[in-house]
C-alpha cells in the first residue's frame, strides 16, 4: 500500500511542476489566468531572450499589457499567495536564467516590503560570518540592513 502511495505523490510532483507554454493572446490571458491575483510569468518569443516578471496586483491586468503590447509570442505563469512569495520567484528565477533573459536589471522588491533577495550574495554578512562577535572592527564597519 505505501509503495502505491508513494508511486502516485510522485507522480502528483511530477504533473505539479510542469510548466506550460501559452499563446500570449488577450482572450487566452482572460480564460487561463484569474483575476486580482498575485503571480509571476515568463515571457518567451522564438526571436528574442525570455523575460520574467510579476505583477502585485492582478497578474491578469499585467499580462494583457503584455499581449496588447506583442512584447512577446507564449507565456506561463505561476499564482501566489504573498507578495513576497511572487518577489522570492521572480528573483529565483530571474538568478537561474540570468544569462539567458532580456532583463538588464534586478527585480525591485515590493515599495511597502522591506525584504531583500535571498539569492543575492550579502557582501557585508560574508566578512562578519568569519569574525568572532563583538570583533572592534564591527564598530567601524556601517550594517547595510539597519536603516534609521
Not at 523575460?51 to 499581449?67: N, T
Not at 530571474?94 to 522588491?109: K, M, T, V
Request: with cysteine.
Amino acid at each position: 500500500m505505501t509503495e502505491l502511495a508513494d508511486a502516485h505523490d510522485e507522480e502528483l510532483v511530477h504533473v505539479s511542476d510542469t510548466h506550460r507554454l501559452y499563446r500570449l493572446t488577450p482572450w487566452l490571458v482572460r480564460a487561463l489566468v484569474p483575476a486580482r491575483r498575485v503571480g509571476s510569468y515568463l515571457l518567451y518569443s522564438p526571436a528574442a531572450p525570455p523575460y520574467v516578471g510579476r505583477s502585485d496586483v492582478c497578474l491578469r491586468r499585467r499580462l494583457l499589457r503584455h499581449a496588447y503590447s506583442r512584447r512577446a509570442e507564449f507565456f506561463s505563469f505561476n499564482t501566489h499567495w504573498s507578495q513576497v512569495h511572487a518577489y522570492t520567484m521572480e528573483c529565483a528565477v530571474f538568478h537561474a536564467l540570468r544569462p539567458q533573459l532580456s532583463n538588464l536589471i534586478h527585480p525591485d522588491a515590493p515599495d511597502h516590503l522591506k525584504i531583500h533577495c535571498p539569492f543575492c550574495r550579502d557582501q557585508w554578512a560574508l566578512p562578519r560570518l568569519s569574525r568572532p562577535l563583538g570583533h572592534p572592527i564591527e564598530r567601524f564597519v556601517p550594517n547595510p540592513r539597519s536603516n534609521p
